[in-house]
């Protein structure tokens, strides 16, 4: 959330993020000499071959994890997130290793790990953590405070070994959901997209441990990449994959280059430019005809209304800036051809409430000047209106209204949402209440009774919104 992924030395807010000392942050890591010793072996250093020696925990050991196990490798990924209870992983590095990985977290850099799952060998994998701005450099002003006990870590399977899958999967994600104690939202909101019809990735929990101390309970997330496209569309599997590139904002070749997350070695951009240029160009009668000959306006339309249904405050309709320019954030697009994109979602966490001090008007609201700025967190956003895809969907709202109204009827009412949230309250709830790491907002349980209160007052935000006048 917050804003795109953090990586290297980027400057944010004219601060330095290299040299931001993490360590601090994951309360419970393991002291220098818990972990196995390490050994000489491929990469030297701090990377190199593990020993065998030092912790173990459930079953496993940084020796039983050294060896892939090729059961793992071709299992379908849907039985990972359907899992019979919530199961656990374990990392082991060296202690200098992982102590150095905290201390430079927001460089986002990988590290060799041997790991397991439910005691199976996953073999040399990478361990990295991973975040953006409110999520991992912002943690950076959580010293001594319970802000921060944990950050996000995504693993990547196939470092090491170029053809190496766990459950079909190259990679996987550990969201340490900083921002919800009741640790449901992700799965809660993604389900309700998938109901909706929109492409959206599988959710579910884990439990991570690295060299035998537990770091909590994880949100477990798939990738967004060349994997989960072509399971998606497999008959048109190798498109382009953008995140957070939005066409009426990001005109730069270079720039939607660098935000691919396929083809990144033979990079054709062009459709996506050229998407954005008429976009630009079209006059205001031509927004919605211009739009509908790139994208689905119904997918589009449906997309809106799930947000809505969620109060994202974070999604594609809110443009963060900087007084220069602006931008929305937490989605990728899918070029399956050059007049067909397609909206993905992504990271859905700050959901599932209703913040009045968001200032800035809904998306249905015409805005006139769009020079003004609007308090938003601890910035300022633009109204989502002034930019033309979606005034585009904004200049006929009927599509958008039926949409709202199928959720209001069907998988957003309160029966239907109050089973989800009790059946994953109960699936979590031993692994939530041990947490060594949790959040620290709440309790577990209020935090679950947070959740379900909100879905009368969301659901009449919904209606609400939708009594909007048309432009």
Not at 71 to 89: E, G, I, K, R, S
Not at 329 to 346: E, K, S
Not at 384 to 412: H, K
Request: aromatic share 12%; glycine share 10%.
């Amino acid at each position: 959330m917050y804003g795109r992924s953090i990586r290297g030395s980027a400057a944010v807010n004219g601060q330095t993020l290299g040299g931001v000392v993490f360590g601090f942050l994951l309360l419970g890591a393991p002291a220098c000499d818990d972990a196995p010793p390490q050994t000489a072996g491929p990469g030297g250093g701090a990377g190199g071959s593990h020993g065998t020696a030092g912790a173990s925990t459930g079953g496993t050991s940084a020796q039983s994890c050294a060896t892939f196990d090729p059961t793992l490798a071709d299992v379908d990924a849907q039985a990972l997130f359907d899992y019979a209870h919530v199961p656990a992983f374990d990392f082991y590095l060296p202690a200098q290793a992982w102590a150095a990985l905290q201390q430079n977290a927001a460089e986002e850099q990988w590290a060799e790990v041997d790991g397991c799952f439910e005691g199976q060998g996953l073999g040399r994998v990478a361990l990295r953590f991973k975040g953006s701005y409110g999520s991992l450099f912002a943690c950076a002003g959580a010293l001594g405070s319970n802000a921060c006990r944990k950050l996000s870590m995504k693993v990547k399977f196939n470092e090491y070994a170029t053809d190496q899958r766990f459950y079909g999967l190259k990679r996987l994600n550990f969201n340490a959901n900083r921002f919800d104690d009741s640790r449901i939202k992700e799965r809660l909101a993604y389900d309700l997209f998938r109901s909706m019809g929109i492409t959206a990735p599988r959710a579910a929990w884990a439990v991570v441990r690295v060299n035998g101390e537990s770091q909590g309970l994880f949100g477990m997330v798939e990738e967004v990449d060349g994997r989960f496209t072509s399971d998606r569309w497999p008959d048109n599997g190798d498109g382009n994959l953008i995140k957070e590139a939005w066409p009426t904002v990001d005109t730069s070749e270079a720039d939607v280059i660098s935000r691919l997350s396929t083809n990144e070695d033979n990079p054709d951009v062009s459709a996506f430019l050229a998407f954005g240029e008429a976009m630009n160009a079209a006059s205001e009668n031509e927004l919605r005809s211009t739009l509908a000959a790139y994208m689905q306006l119904e997918q589009f339309e449906r997309f809106l209304a799930v947000e809505d249904a969620l109060a994202s405050y974070d999604g594609i309709t809110y443009f963060w800036t900087d007084g220069s320019s602006s931008r929305n954030h937490n989605f990728y697009l899918y070029q399956q051809a050059a007049d067909n994109f397609t909206l993905v979602p992504w990271d859905v966490e700050s959901t599932f409430w209703i913040n009045p001090n968001h200032a800035a008007p809904h998306w249905t609201v015409a805005q006139q000047d769009c020079s003004l700025t609007y308090p938003y967190w601890e910035g300022l956003a633009k109204a989502p209106a002034c930019d033309p895809m979606i005034r585009a969907v904004g200049s006929d709202l009927s599509g958008w209204r039926a949409a709202a109204q199928e959720l209001l009827d069907g998988p957003f009412t309160e029966a239907a949402m109050n089973g989800a949230i009790n059946r994953w309250a109960e699936f979590i709830k031993k692994e939530a209440e041990a947490d060594p790491t949790p959040p620290s907002y709440g309790p577990f349980a209020s935090a679950v009774a947070g959740v379900r209160s909100s879905v009368p007052a969301l659901r009449a935000r919904l209606q609400q919104l939708m009594v909007a006048p048309s432009r």
